[in-house]
């Protein structure tokens, strides 16, 4: 992943993302949604806390 593009790679294979990361007031923002499918997990986002869970591995 590389700051300002839309363009990853897993395993040299590019995917495209919704969003690039991006630096605001010297944090890193990245797509948590992209990382943690492409480690295999389940992603949700929790509405009442405002948070996401990164659960367990896909079967």
Do not use: C
């Not at 790679?9 to 797509?31: C, D, E, M, R, W």
Request: net charge positive.
């Amino acid at each position: 992943m590389t700051l300002g593009s839309k363009t990853a790679f897993i395993n040299g294979h590019a995917k495209q993302l919704i969003v690039a990361l991006k630096i605001t007031n010297n944090s890193i923002y990245v797509p948590l949604r992209f990382i943690g499918e492409a480690l295999g997990r389940n992603v949700s986002w929790d509405y009442m806390s405002s948070s996401v869970n990164i659960g367990r591995v896909r079967v």
